[in-house]
């Protein structure tokens, strides 16, 4: 559990703005995550591993005479 943004009194929009884009660069860039579809992994690493998947996903699976997503 962090506490992010409990510890601190933010003066202006700029200031939230950067810890919260550092906050999110970690989150999802360095902090693993156990659940069942990151088995350890990132969850950027999940994403991006995902990616063809789904590509492959929504263009094998779409209805007649639509355009995929």
Known sequence: YQ??????????LEE???DL???MKD???E??????????????QTFMEGKPLYQKYVFENKPEG???A
């Not at 693993?32 to 088995?39: F, I, L, M, P, S």
């Open 16 to 18: 939230i703005q950067a």
């Open 3 to 12: 506490v992010a943004f409990r510890k601190k009194i933010y003066a202006s």
């Open 31 to 44: 902090r693993t995550n156990q659940g069942k579809y990151c088995q350890g992994r990132t969850p950027m």
């Open 66 to 68: 639509k355009e995929a």
């Open 21 to 23: 884009d550092d906050f």
């Open 27 to 29: 989150y999802n860039n």
